[in-house]
């Protein structure tokens, strides 16, 4: 597409945002990015399970608005997982970040709830194997989804972003004051800190801070914060007996992912206090948890949940604004796919209605 493109402003320097500005730049696009954190994946992508995963395009919910199951919402959000884990696969090569083995497992309480569960999986496209291993499941029945993928994402959020300023981002920290207006010849006004800038295109992609964003600019937005969170322990010295892929507990939706350098228990739904999670790890593998010992550290987010089962990657009712948010448990896993998605649509003029926000 040959034309000086506009300036493009980002607001949010997590996942989300820094994988926008990796597609729009890549399009010739100079973007800026804003957080009001001190740099970047600060969020809710700072102490991510690791997982790269297709396979948990469904809601998490068990009851409330959300337990409204949209199997059509679910197939487009594993689709753009899909694209998204070959994208996130070849960019963390590019970026020197280490391979991992392929696949997560999720445990169930019985065969047949596995099978069953199974049963959802191909519905909405995901390929599922039914697995048992004294290792990779803790022993218990389990959907092996050799499609997914995991990774650091807090690493990878890091590397990005250093790219991403090698290759003439600009990226602004510590912006709490951040104010916005629209002109009436369509150029926003921005104030981020001490930084003054004015801009053509604003993507806010500022995660659960995201309807309080768009209310500056008279746009109502709806997004659940679901709380979620992540205990960190030391790597035992004896790497035996350890499973090679993150494992999922179906009951708790919680993860146990061994990294590098140590391993790290998380996730849960509306759950800010880790000793549940923690108690439910133990009822799986008492010898693990004994090996672990203490926490190093303990951590929670709220992530950002849209009330209709998809994240909202689209455009708005005031031109030039865009909106990239409300992925819940899937912004690792979407974040390339919907960065690619977004940017496809601004500098192509591309029209894709799967994840339109109606605001």
């Known amino acids: 597409m040959s034309q000086t493109f506009p300036h493009i402003v980002i607001l949010g320097a997590g ?4 994988c926008t500005a990796d597609h729009l730049l890549a399009k010739g696009a100079k ?39 949209d199997a059509a919402a679910a197939r487009v959000t594993a689709d753009l997982g899909k694209r998204s884990a070959v994208l996130l696969k070849t960019r963390m090569r590019e970026l020197g970040l280490p391979d991992r083995p392929s696949g997560c497992v999720q445990i169930y309480p019985s065969v047949e709830s596995a099978r069953t569960a199974q049963t959802g999986f191909n519905v909405i496209g995901i390929h599922a194997d039914i697995l048992i291993d004294p290792i990779e499941t803790f022993n218990q029945p389990a959907c092996a989804f050799p499609d997914d993928l995991s990774g650091n994402a807090k690493d990878f959020g890091c590397a990005l972003a250093a790219d991403l300023t090698a ?3 600009t990226s602004l920290y510590n912006t709490d004051n951040f104010a916005v207006r629209r002109q009436e010849d369509g150029i926003f006004k921005i104030m981020a800190g001490e930084a003054r800038l004015d801009c053509d295109q604003l993507i806010i992609a500022a995660g659960i801070q995201t309807p309080a964003v768009l209310k500056r600019l008279d746009v109502r937005m709806t997004l659940d914060p679901v709380s979620g969170v992540a205990v960190n322990f030391t790597l035992p010295h004896d790497k035996i007996d350890l499973p090679s892929r993150p494992v999922m507990d179906a009951a708790s939706r919680t993860a146990l992912t061994v990294f590098d350098n140590h391993v790290r228990i998380s996730g849960g739904w509306n759950v800010s206090d880790p000793k549940s999670i923690l108690a439910r790890w133990q009822e799986i593998s008492p010898e693990l948890m004994a090996r672990l010992g203490a926490p190093l550290s303990t951590w929670h987010a709220q992530r950002p ?5 998809r994240p909202y990657i689209s455009s708005t009712s005031i031109p030039g604004l865009w909106v990239n948010t409300g992925h819940g448990h899937m912004g690792w896993t979407l974040c390339a ?20 926000f109606a605001g």
């Open 15 to 18: 996942l989300i945002g820094l």
């Open 31 to 69: 973007v800026t990015v804003i957080d009001a954190r001190s740099g970047p994946c600060e969020g809710t992508s700072f102490s991510n399970s690791g997982m790269i995963h297709p396979s948990q395009a469904c809601s998490w919910a068990k009851d409330d608005a959300h337990a409204n199951f």
């Open 167 to 169: 290759r003439g981002v």
């Open 305 to 309: 949940v849209s009330p209709v089962g």
């Open 337 to 356: 796919g919907s960065g690619e998605l977004l940017a496809n649509m601004i500098v192509d003029g591309v029209s894709d209605k799967r994840f339109t």
